[in-house]
């Protein structure tokens, strides 16, 4: 099977409940996409949004390691399986997204905006960064694109909304390969 269909199959088979929220992980990835199209990001971002949990779906079972409170560090495992099929572009911000969650997280507003399970699981990958770490994040190369995914990531877990289906962005997928 290619991967492209390894991963449309993923979006299409997996039930599960994003942890903690109302939609399951495929359509909170969907809906991460769809906020990155509508804000007219270029094909790289919409490619990354799309793909930014897909470590959940390697995770044998990401609600289990949340009760024992572990991270399971889905973007490290999700960045290290789909680098070897997608462009850099593509891949890196997917390593950065929980590290931009940790640096937003040190304003009180963004804080504020965060889900409960957002926030049970930003104190599980490390909580809130300090300054030097921050320091640290903001030279990264893929700063910017990791703080807009993270944005549009946490914008994505609403319920009713008009999905798009994950054939949909399969020309996306394939023009994002190495």
């Known amino acids: 099977?290619?991967?492209?269909?390894?991963?449309?199959?993923?979006f299409i088979n997996s039930k599960s409940l994003y942890i903690g929220e109302k939609v399951t992980i495929?359509?909170?990835?969907?809906?991460?996409?769809?906020?990155a199209e509508k804000a007219k990001c270029d094909d790289n971002l919409i490619c990354s949004s799309l793909l930014h949990d897909y470590g959940h779906f390697i995770l044998e079972n990401p609600d289990e390691l949340v009760k024992l409170n572990v991270d399971g560090q889905h973007e490290n495992i999700g960045y290290e399986y789909l680098k070897s099929?997608?462009?850099?572009?593509?891949?890196?911000?997917?390593?950065?997204?929980?590290?931009?969650?940790?640096?937003?997280?040190r304003e009180k507003k963004y804080f504020d905006l965060l889900s409960e399970a957002s926030k049970i699981s930003l104190e599980l990958q490390g909580g809130v960064l300090n300054q030097e770490e921050c320091n640290k994040?903001?030279?990264q190369e893929y700063f910017?694109?990791?703080?807009?995914?993270?944005k549009f990531d946490e914008a994505a877990k609403k319920t009713g909304v008009k999905m798009k289906d994950i054939n949909d962005y399969k020309?996306?997928?394939?023009?994002?390969?190495l």
């Open 144 to 150: 910017k694109p990791s703080i807009l995914l993270r």
């Open 1 to 10: 099977m290619q991967v492209i269909d390894k991963i449309i199959s993923n």
């Open 26 to 35: 495929s359509e909170h990835m969907i809906q991460t996409a769809m906020l």
């Open 85 to 105: 099929f997608f462009k850099k572009e593509i891949v890196e911000p997917i390593k950065y997204h929980v590290l931009a969650k940790r640096y937003l997280a």
């Open 171 to 177: 020309n996306l997928l394939n023009s994002n390969l």
């Open 137 to 139: 994040f903001e030279k």
